[in-house]
């Protein structure tokens, strides 16, 4: 039951109480009719015995005084007409149980009717008990016996009067079985609308819960969400409601989160901005205070120093401009000029450039033939400039450094790989080597790699890595045609 769905366990429920309350319906009025039915042919049979025992006593006066001798002469007519007229068998034995007439003597073979009365059953007679007793005969059919003591005019036992009631079981299953028949029919019918109403029931009941469910799915907590709406106060409105309140914890909760995480953000790169900054603060006061003493002093090397001076703080100001910058672009990349462009002439543009300026062996393999994108030139530059030259200052300084840099197609998606033979990313790091302002080196913001990632992402393309301590590492990009 655990492996279904909610929708089947209610409709199955509801069938299982159907089931079981027409299981105990059923027995109870099988039992009810069943026993009805036993008192009506009892009743019958009653009635039948009365209305033979009056006809008995009638002819008796008529006939006047009588001995236990002479009846099977005086009612051989009277017996066989009693037996017409209620559609009986009817049997007369003495008071000794043997028998003494007969309206049918077939029956004494045919049904394995007693010819003999019990001492038992004559017994219970003279204490005055009327006797119904159930027999079986040879072929396992049940048969009701009624006996009674037939009297003369005073009062005195003449016989022993028997009815044998041989239809009774017969009538009584048929009739069973007829009402069995009936109900199962009745039962059928109720059970295949009980059935029907339970399936719509249970579709009714989960609809709502699929709605409820429906709109869920839909949340996203980086969003504004619409609150559910549901009109009845019942349990579903209940669980509706405190969704809705939830939500809102939720969401604020996210912006204050967002809000919070921005602005720890902006802090701890403001921190960094401001140390890099005051950095080279300090030399050039040094230079200037320096350059002012030998200017004081008339030194005769006064234009070296100022022109040593010079270029010192020329390039402590452009070290600031790059930290500025790089600051500046973070904070707001510019806008995408999307173009046409040549993905392989941006790789191999960015190579020529770091040839120059290190010992690494830099090699490109361009293994597709269609390598245009819609993007910006510059700020793919950028991205492969960023990765070359993180892939250079991974390399240590005892290894021959070699970067590989590879274009292919892979399932109709244009893909790029840098790979390095450096000592690699550790594993404590590899999770935060996108997040701004995380760097491993001693020089720089850590500002590259999240725009790389940012200029990717904002083409349509992704891009994640694979590393490997003291081997080095693979970066993969792909990009939106």
Known sequence: MKRLNLKTRI?????????????ATGIFAYSNFKSQNQEYHA??????????????DYFLEQQGEM?????????????????????????????????????????????????????????????????????????SDEFYLAYWHFSDLEGRPLAVTNIP???????????????????????????????????ILSNYITQSLQRVGEKMKGVDLGKTNVPLKWESNDEIGALVTEYNRMLKEAEESTVALARSERESAWREMAKQVAHEIKNPLTPMKLR????????????????????????????????????????????????????????????EDAIQTFELESNADLKFFNQTDNTTIKADNDQLLRVFNNLLKNAIQSIPEDRKGKIN????????????????????????????????????????????????????????????????????????????R
């Open 11 to 23: 409709y199955l429920s509801m069938i299982a109480m159907i089931l079981v309350s027409f299981f």
């Open 43 to 56: 009743s019958r049979l009653e009635r039948k015995e009365k209305s033979i025992q009056a006809s008995m």
């Open 67 to 139: 001995k236990t001798d002479s009846i099977p002469v005086v009612f051989s007519d009277k017996i066989c007409e009693l037996a017409d007229v209620h559609n009986l068998d009817l049997n007369l034995y003495d008071l000794s149980g043997k028998l003494l007439i007969s309206s049918n003597p077939k029956i004494f073979q045919e049904k394995n009717i007693p010819q003999v009365v019990s001492p038992k059953i004559l017994q219970q007679l003279t204490d005055g008990d009327v006797q119904l007793v159930l027999e079986k005969g040879d072929n």
């Open 165 to 199: 009631y041989y239809d009774m079981q017969s009538e009584n299953r048929q009739e069973i079985e007829s009402f069995l028949f009936d109900l199962i029919l009745i039962y059928v019918g109720l059970f295949i609308a009980a059935g029907i109403i339970a399936l």
């Open 288 to 347: 200037i205070q320096y350059l002012q003493r030998a200017m004081d002093d008339n030194a005769p090397d006064w234009k070296e120093k100022f022109k040593t001076t010079a270029d010192s703080l020329i390039t402590q100001i452009e070290a600031l401009t790059n930290i500025a910058n790089e600051f500046s672009n973070f904070a707001q990349m510019p806008k995408a000029k999307e173009q046409s462009v040549q993905l392989n002439t941006i790789i």
């Open 405 to 480: 840099v590879y274009l292919k197609e892979y399932e109709g998606i244009l893909m790029a790989e840098v790979r390095d033979n450096g000592q690699g990313i550790p594993e404590e790091v590899q999770k935060k080597i996108f997040v701004p302002n995380f760097t491993t080196k001693s020089k720089g913001m850590g500002l590259g790699l999240a725009m790389v990632k940012n200029i990717i992402e904002n083409q349509g393309g992704e891009i994640w890595f694979k590393t490997e301590i003291g081997k080095g590492t693979t970066f993969y990009l792909t990009f939106k």
